[in-house]
């Protein structure tokens, strides 16, 4: 008798789980359709993806030619004019992109998203080489920034004495 009232309290509450995922889902489309109509309007939207938690972001660009912005909205509140994650980076010359800076919150999967739009966009202007700096700045997250540049295919080279260092990412290679 207790296993089968526990079994039906279970059952409850996936049914519970399974509607509240449900609701939740039905509402990121909603707001993903809002907020779409609403980036559409600034930038050019090259993607929408799921994040390692499951949630949904768009993924858009700027390019002009001299400075190339990866952008990344999540669908969970309404766009207001800003992003929530970015990649920000500029053309040396045509066969070189560099980046400048990453910013937004960190442990999301947002940098994995943005850097594979990166390097397809990369790819698709014909441009060799993806580069970037780590600076002094940089020494108090270094593990986390190597682990990530490795995970996407990157060469990292690090001076400690200088506490310097260079990413290169090479499309040939790939």
């Known amino acids: 008798m207790l296993l089968t009232k526990l079994r039906a309290e279970e059952e409850q509450k996936d049914a519970e789980t399974l509607e509240q995922d449900l609701a939740d889902l039905e509402f990121q489309v909603f707001r993903m359709q809002e907020n779409m109509k609403d980036i559409a309007k600034r930038w050019q939207v090259i993607g929408i993806e799921q994040t390692k938690e499951e949630k949904w972001v768009i993924v858009s660009i700027f390019d002009d030619g001299h400075v190339c912005k990866i952008?990344?909205?999540?669908?969970e509140a309404a766009y207001q004019?800003?992003?929530?994650?970015?990649?920000?980076?500029?053309?040396l010359d045509q066969h070189i992109i560099h980046i400048g800076?990453?910013?937004?919150?960190?442990?999301?999967g947002y940098g994995s998203i943005c850097m594979k739009y990166l390097k397809e966009h990369?790819?698709?202007?014909?441009?060799?080489y993806i580069k970037g700096d780590l600076?002094?700045?940089?020494?108090?997250h270094l593990d986390r920034l190597i682990h990530f540049y490795e995970k996407h295919d990157f060469e990292v080279e690090i001076d400690h004495a200088n506490q310097s260092g260079e990413?290169?990412?090479?499309?040939?290679f790939q």
């Open 167 to 172: 990413i290169r990412w090479n499309a040939s």
């Open 71 to 75: 952008m990344l909205n999540q669908c």
């Open 81 to 91: 004019g800003v992003w929530d994650f970015s990649i920000q980076a500029q053309y």
């Open 101 to 108: 800076d990453m910013k937004g919150e960190e442990n999301q």
């Open 135 to 140: 600076a002094k700045r940089d020494w108090g």
């Open 122 to 128: 990369a790819t698709d202007q014909n441009v060799q």
